[in-house]
């Protein structure tokens, strides 16, 4: 009986000692809020970061949707080719991603489950 | 107009919308930034970092939290991915040269540099990251958890750690009389 009430007693203490110490903190930090002043620059200055910006992703949009097209495209010659060409290849590629697709997706929901 | 306004026009491509929510916000999220980095030399080029990053993810912005505490959320995790990136004792180095930086600031400005910054320049910016934002924020461990990607009990435990680190280092003799007095207790 006499331990607990001193152990809680303790705890007491150390919260208000916490609270204390958190205000210190929070004065620190004004500090330096006070101390550091901001420039902001116009709102023209932001814009026109903006319109580059959107130049920039509208010009990489168009970059990745050519690269996806190519791509698609030379996956689908080279396999209506197989299909036609040598049949046997095309039964194993399709044969490959039925089961790849899965176990990938399967030890990646593992991974994620034993991170977190 | 609003914040959910232009939102809505920013999510569209306007980029004047886009301005007016970045100018508007700028401030906070520069001062957030020299706090949680204890590093002001950095914080102006993190902040534009961040906010050209928002504008590519806008459209995953769902508007449960403020549009700031969004764009803190993303200068955060550019600035722990840096960190990452770079070596650690270089960083560490860094790190050192700009707390000196901003003590001779303060002095200069014959402000006085207290143990409580000292403190916090010496923490690391894992833990004081939470703190910033729960202390002086304000905001909930969970929503410092969902912010930094990581678990709710880790968030706890690294404030309360880094807490006691500063309190240790504010008030050494306190804390060893304290340490007396709990041995004896529990003999």
Known sequence: ?116 | MDEKELIRSAKRGDSLAFAMLFKENYPFLVKYLIKATMNPDIAEDLAQEAMLKSMEKIKLYNGKSKFSSWLITIATNLYIDDLRKKKRELEFKHQEQALRKMKWQFENHSEDWNDALAALGRLSDEIRIPIVLKHYYGYSYEEIADMLHIAIGTVKSRIHNGIKTVRKELRPNEEKQTNTTKRRTTK
Do not use: C, W
Request: proline residues 3%; aromatic residues 12%; hydrophobic residues 45%.
């Open chain 1, 1 to 116: 009986m006499k331990k607990s009430k001193l152990i809680l007693l303790n705890a007491e203490q150390r919260n208000e000692e916490d609270s204390e110490t958190i205000q210190e903190i929070n004065d620190a930090f004004t500090k330096i809020d006070q101390h550091y002043s901001v420039f902001t620059p116009d709102l023209q200055v932001f814009e026109q970061m903006v319109a580059v910006e959107q130049q920039k992703q509208k010009k990489k949009f168009r970059r990745d949707l050519i690269a996806f097209i190519l791509i698609a495209l030379f996956i689908m010659t080279s396999l209506i080719t197989a299909v036609f060409q040598i049949p046997i290849v095309f039964i194993i590629i399709q044969g490959i991603a039925t089961i790849s697709f899965p176990l990938y997706s399967f030890y990646r929901y593992r991974k994620r489950v034993m991170h977190t």
